[in-house]
């Protein structure tokens, strides 16, 4: 199955790649913040129609499609084109992102860095790759030597979950944090140990499905604010090399 993940993932990003740069509609969602592209709704056809053909007994879950529900213990949750608004502006960092769970329990994962050609993957229990290199979350222990990173919900304005004192927070207690635009690529990050941490308010199931699994098989930790295990409906997530988690934990939680 993951084999067929990644193959999906990268054939949907060779549409995302060659509709870049080019004169594509865009509309909006649920807020002028909140945009979804033909190239979105292109990228969701081509993985939906595959899971149909060769899963056919298989729930869906994805971003622009909503969910197809059945019997199946299996449902493949996918975000087409993680980093919209990145794309439509003209900056290259976004993602595919498909994760498959079985019994609500996410058991393998991909997430396609379209324009840096890299493949995130991880299957439950078999760790996880960048392209065929294993992957480790960083040593930091120090969170004044951190370098983090977030995002920011579309309804940022009416600033949810105090999310922007949470940001000040941190950027004060740390070396520097990023807001990178796709979540999906952010937790690949932390499993590489380019970043040793990320947090963020009202995420989705198909921003983090393929991440959190990603991360966790890299030795990291990923819980909500209050250091519980979360499920791919949580809405906050926080994830880390594990060695600043409780720190990022206190700061979080005070703000």
């Known amino acids: 199955m993951i084999e067929d993940i990644i193959s999906i993932a990268r054939e949907a990003g060779e549409i995302i790649r060659n509709g870049f740069g080019t004169d594509f509609n865009i509309e909006y969602k649920t807020n002028e913040s909140n945009l979804v592209t033909?190239?979105?709704?292109a990228s969701e056809k081509l993985i939906t129609e595959f899971i149909k053909k060769k899963y056919p007994t298989h729930g869906i879950l994805a971003e622009e499609g909503g969910e197809t529900r059945n019997?199946?213990?299996?449902?493949?949750?996918?975000?087409?084109?993680d980093g919209t608004t990145n794309f439509a502006h003209g900056l290259p960092i976004f993602s595919v992102s498909?994760?498959?769970?079985k019994d609500n329990k996410t058991i393998a994962g991909t997430v396609y860095d379209v324009m840096n050609n890299i493949v995130y993957s991880s299957e439950s229990g078999s760790g996880a790759f960048a392209n065929d290199r294993k992957l480790s979350v960083s040593k930091n222990g120090?969170?004044?030597?951190?370098?983090?990173?977030?995002?920011?919900?579309?309804?940022i304005y009416e600033n949810p979950e105090t999310a922007l004192e949470k940001f000040a927070?941190?950027?004060?207690?740390?070396?520097?944090?990023?807001?990178?635009g796709s979540a999906a690529i952010d937790l690949c990050y932390v499993a590489r140990?380019?970043?040793?941490?990320?947090w963020e308010v009202q995420l989705n199931p198909w921003d983090m499905c393929a991440g959190k699994l990603i991360v966790e098989e890299a030795g990291g930790v990923v819980t909500?604010?209050?250091?519980?295990?979360?499920?791919?409906?949580?809405?906050?997530?926080?994830?880390?090399?594990?060695f600043v988690h409780k720190?990022?934990?206190?700061?979080?939680?005070?703000?």
Request: hydrophobic share 45%; aromatic share 10%.
């Open 98 to 101: 498909i994760g498959v769970q």
């Open 142 to 155: 120090n969170l004044s030597h951190a370098v983090l990173v977030t995002g920011f919900p579309y309804n």
């Open 193 to 198: 140990g380019v970043f040793d941490g990320f």
């Open 71 to 81: 019997t199946s213990e299996y449902v493949w949750v996918v975000d087409p084109l």
């Open 169 to 180: 927070a941190l950027i004060k207690a740390s070396r520097a944090v990023r807001r990178l």
């Open 224 to 242: 909500d604010f209050a250091g519980n295990e979360i499920n791919i409906f949580t809405k906050k997530i926080l994830a880390s090399n594990g």
């Open 247 to 255: 720190e990022m934990m206190k700061i979080l939680n005070e703000n």
């Open 38 to 41: 033909e190239i979105d709704k």
